[in-house]
């Protein structure tokens, strides 16, 4: 089987960066309540995972010995 292959044109930081701002951007539209809070929760999520991927890609971080 051949798998496809999918090109981006943005880094992961990026890419998290706006799926963050546009989960934020649609929580601002629901009145508060479930669904808001669940939009909002996975905004943060994501931003903690694109400050995650940002660190280990740090060239301060160095393997254990």
């Known amino acids: 089987m051949r798998r496809s292959r999918f090109i981006h044109n943005a880094n992961l930081e990026e890419r998290l ?4 701002q546009s989960l934020k951007e ?3 539209a ?3 309540g ?3 809070e669940m939009l909002l929760r ?3 999520q ?3 995972a694109s ?3 940002e660190w ?9 010995k």
């Open 30 to 32: 629901l009145p508060p």
């Open 17 to 20: 960066a706006l799926e963050a």
């Open 26 to 28: 649609q929580a601002e």
């Open 51 to 53: 400050h995650i991927t």
């Open 34 to 36: 479930r669904d808001r």
């Open 56 to 64: 280990l890609s740090s060239p301060g971080l160095t393997s254990p």
């Open 42 to 44: 996975r905004a943060r």
């Open 46 to 48: 994501t931003e903690t």
